[in-house]
């Protein structure tokens, strides 16, 4: 079953990624989550939160800050890779990542 995830950029540039079955079977909600945090811990980013708590949500909306906008109009695989990954360790039927609200 393909899935699309939208991203909403600070500039307002709104995408939609298709992914396919293949990509979001990639991933179980265990490996999706460490996915995420390896690729977060790698990029060298911290968390926003004042009690020093790694919430997914911040992990995910800081690594789509990590994409060029040019990134998201012609999607790598890397993005490809991330936004699967997003997708399957959010568990949620629709994802949206508005990077300009700074919110899922």
């Not at 709104?14 to 990029?43: M, N, P």
């Amino acid at each position: 079953m393909e899935q699309q995830v939208s991203v909403v950029l600070k500039s307002g540039e709104r995408y939609g990624v298709q992914l396919s079955a293949a990509e979001l079977g990639a991933f179980d909600a265990q490996s999706a989550r460490h996915w995420i945090a390896e690729t977060f811990g790698k990029a060298g980013l911290e968390t926003p939160n004042p009690m020093g708590k790694v919430l997914l949500v911040d992990q995910v909306l800081m690594l789509a800050l990590e994409f060029k906008s040019e990134t998201y109009a012609a999607p790598t695989d890397d993005l490809r890779r991330f936004l699967a990954a997003a997708y399957v360790a959010m568990g949620r039927p629709v994802l949206s990542i508005d990077l300009a609200g700074y919110k899922l």
